[in-house]
């Protein structure tokens, strides 16, 4: 079992893929699944728990001065970390920008 300490679990599944949502330890996360295997995880993540490095490297993003909405940390298969961090645009497509530990630019996306 991927989670053994999961609480509160809702399931959505919708055709070949699945949401899990839970608690764990205090923690609420979102797991996301395709044909029952395991894609990424989000946790939700206070930006003040944010590391240093992090902060720093989206204050040195052309971003750096906009609004915070909602950070996440993201858990990939491969073992990897990101943190996703939700932005207030001036327009109406905010954006979600993606830093590594160091806080390395990973990428950025527009919020569906």
């Known amino acids: 079992m991927q989670y053994p300490y999961a609480t509160?679990?809702?399931v959505n599944k919708k055709w070949r893929?699945?949401?899990v949502d839970f608690k764990m330890k205090g923690e609420h996360y979102l797991a996301s699944y395709e044909k029952n295997?395991?894609?990424y995880s989000l946790m939700d993540y206070d930006y003040n728990r944010l590391p240093s490095k992090v902060k720093k490297g989206l204050k040195s993003t052309k971003y750096g001065k906009k609004d915070v909405?909602?950070?996440t940390l993201?858990?990939?298969p491969s073992g990897i970390e990101?943190?996703?961090i939700k932005l207030k645009n001036d327009s109406f497509n905010n954006r979600y920008i993606y830093l590594n530990e160091n806080g390395k630019v990973i990428r950025?996306?527009?919020v569906r």
Do not use: G
């Open 8 to 10: 509160n679990i809702k």
């Open 37 to 39: 295997e395991w894609r």
């Open 108 to 110: 950025i996306s527009r």
């Open 82 to 84: 990101e943190y996703r």
């Open 69 to 71: 909405l909602e950070t």
């Open 17 to 19: 893929a699945s949401e």
């Open 74 to 76: 993201v858990y990939l």
